[in-house]
């Protein structure tokens, strides 16, 4: 079929398989363009492997240390007439790559906070790895059924205690407006938004993991936090989504003790804002993330996920010299977007920022663009036009 970009609200709801076989095949030739990381992971279970952060680690692991890789998701197969979701056509192609360059791949499909995925997921291992030396969580979802309350959460992204008023960008049309978002009404919306994103299920994870005997020694597991400008403090780290990031950061020292007796540790990597699926469904952020991006451009030191990804590991988690942390115990790979004088252009550019001055003060063209490659859209190499087969089959899924 034909396959070209549907876009409802900020989500894109066709996704196209050559293009994001070409996504995937990107960020490989970059990873090995970086060269081989000393001593990185061998055996890796990355927990929301399929797009974003957890696609760009999995790769990193695959194509930057030779790794073996489980990756587990929640993604929508492709069908005659219907093509599948970004995630299903990128572990398609992320399987063919590794597996032409000789390295093991297999992915499970479902949802990763029930205890029946994670029993198939320690089976897999159990049969074909024995153990795993990293574990990454990463995963980004609006709702949680709980595996032992049956309670099913939905996460809400509001700010706490007083209403927020900012501007805001429609990426599509390119309208800037102000928005106004009316706090959480009860404590309700902020547990339950600990209980979809905060660290509950990631502990559920490695004590299940540790239990079964699947976890080397020495094991590393790492999940992925945001912290970003005061600017976004209301809706993002002051909001109820950053105290799902405060309780998932909380639950580092939880998993220290848990892994104290087969010398394993655990992390939680500050990341920098992208476009992501996750990230265009805050408000406020995209026009924070456009400004950002010109600002990063223009000094050089623009990242996307696998360069955020390949330095998190070649840099940080593997690099053979302790890992600096910050006052929180934290890893920072936001550091260059925290940087005070790329901080201080964003907010002068922030008090600028208008629909008439939005093409040419941010990089609203650029958040487009990442925005429509997520879904295997906007390749040069790609003919859209062109008929294309939207059946596509994970190798590893039967
Ligand atoms: P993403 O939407 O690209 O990826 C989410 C992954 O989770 C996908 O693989 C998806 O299939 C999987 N998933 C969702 N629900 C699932 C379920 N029930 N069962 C199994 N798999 C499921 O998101 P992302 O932006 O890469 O976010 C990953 C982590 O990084 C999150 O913790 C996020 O807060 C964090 N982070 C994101 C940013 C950003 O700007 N995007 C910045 C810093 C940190
Ligand atoms: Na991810």
Known sequence: MIIQPRVRGFICLTSHPEGTAQHVKQQIDYVKSKGKIENGPKKVLVIGASTGFGLASRITAAFGSDAATIGVFFEKPAAPGKPGTAGWYNTA??????????????????????????????????????????????????????????????????????????????????????????????????????????????????????????????????????????????????????????????????????????????????????????????????LYISLLYKVMKEKGIHEGTIEQMQRLFADRLYANREIPLDEKGRIRVDDLEMREDVQAEVAKLWEQITTENLEQISDISGYRNDFFNLFGFNFDAVDYDMDTDEVVNIPSIK
């Open 93 to 286: 192609a992320f399987e063919k790559e590794a597996s032409d360059a000789g390295l093991y791949a297999k992915s499970i499909n479902g949802d990763a906070f029930s205890d029946e995925i994670k029993k198939q997921t320690i089976d897999l291992i159990k049969e074909d790895l024995g153990q795993v030396d990293l574990v990454v969580y990463s995963l980004a979802s609006p709702r949680r059924t709980h595996p032992n309350t049956g309670v099913a959460h939905a996460s809400v992204l509001k700010p706490i205690g007083q209403t927020f008023t900012d501007k805001t960008v429609d990426f599509h049309s390119g309208v800037v407006s102000d928005i106004s978002i009316q706090p959480v009404e009860s404590e309700e919306d902020i547990h339950n938004t600990v209980a979809v994103m905060g660290g509950e299920d990631w502990k559920f994870w490695i004590a299940q993991l540790k239990e079964a005997g699947v976890l080397a020694n020495g094991v590393k597991t790492v999940a992925y936090s945001y912290i970003g400008p005061e600017l976004t403090y209301p809706i993002y780290r002051n909001g109820t989504i950053g105290r799902a990031k405060d309780d998932l950061e909380g639950t580092v020292p939880v998993l220290n003790d848990l892994l104290q007796d087969i010398g394993g540790i655990s992390y939680v990597s500050v990341n920098k804002a992208l476009v992501t699926q996750s990230s265009s469904a805050i408000p406020v952020v995209p």
